[in-house]
């Protein structure tokens, strides 16, 4: 039969293994970025974000890295752990202080044991 | 200190009937969000409030569908007669005032129209 609705892209990923996810924005003049987690039946959760005056930011175990030119954002997490496991967006945010947030389509991490 | 509190977290209702979605920012946010999200989507964003007031509405329906923020007490999302295509999960964000931009999101709600 014919398949209904939208599948997230996959990416599987050895545990211990370095995750590399990818997400193309839209809009040249938003100026902040976000990337947030979303297990199972839960909210987004806040992972890391940046502004557009940077290329590069780094947290605990992850580092948004932020390509203007080609309006790419990476989110890169190193040493998987099953607890990685997720629905990652990444969403982007407009020049105004409060305004809305557009997230993008989400990709699904799966971690092999 | 308790994050973005949302209730009910899940609804049941017939179709006809009315939901009301409640949400409870953080302590010290004056903004609030509501999105919804269908399965294996993004969460797409419906209306942003401040207290008493309607910001941005540019993502709510046209019918059926209205939010408030009180000065006292939660923001409530109100789907009136309600439709199968309105079941979805419901989620909440909110933010500080003075223009903070990070928003944080509550458990949500998921609605289920019979």
């Known amino acids: 039969g014919e398949s209904v609705g939208l599948h997230l892209p996959t990416l599987s990923v050895q545990e211990g293994d370095n995750s590399i996810i990818n997400c193309a924005y839209s809009n040249s003049a938003s100026d902040y970025f976000i990337w947030y987690k979303q297990e199972s039946g839960k909210g987004p959760q806040f992972i890391i974000d940046?502004?557009?005056?940077?290329d590069k930011r780094q947290g605990q175990r992850v580092t948004v890295l932020l390509n203007k030119t080609v309006k790419h954002l990476s989110l890169q997490i190193a040493a998987t752990q099953p607890g990685d496991s997720a629905v990652y967006f990444c969403?982007?945010?407009?020049?105004?202080?409060?305004?809305?947030?557009?997230f993008g389509s989400g990709t699904r991490l799966s971690i092999r044991p | 200190n308790a994050g973005v509190m949302q209730n009910p977290r899940h609804l049941v209702r017939r179709r006809g009937q009315e939901a009301r979605l409640r949400c409870s920012p953080m302590k010290g946010h004056s903004h609030v969000y509501w999105y919804r999200q269908l399965p294996e989507e993004g969460l797409k964003f419906m209306v942003y409030?401040?207290?008493?007031?309607?910001?941005?509405e540019s993502g709510m329906p046209k019918e059926r569908f209205s939010a408030e923020f009180p000065k006292e007490g939660p923001s409530i999302l109100r789907i009136q007669q309600v439709v199968r295509g309105d079941s979805a999960a419901y989620f909440c964000?909110?933010?500080?005032?003075?223009?903070?931009?990070?928003?944080?999101f509550g458990p949500g709600t998921r609605l289920l129209v019979l």
């Open positions: 964000a909110s933010s500080p005032s003075q223009g903070k931009e990070t928003q944080y």
């Open positions: 940046i502004r557009s005056n940077m």
């Open positions: 409030l401040q207290k008493e007031n309607i910001i941005d």
């Open positions: 969403a982007e945010k407009g020049v105004s202080s409060a305004s809305k947030i557009i």
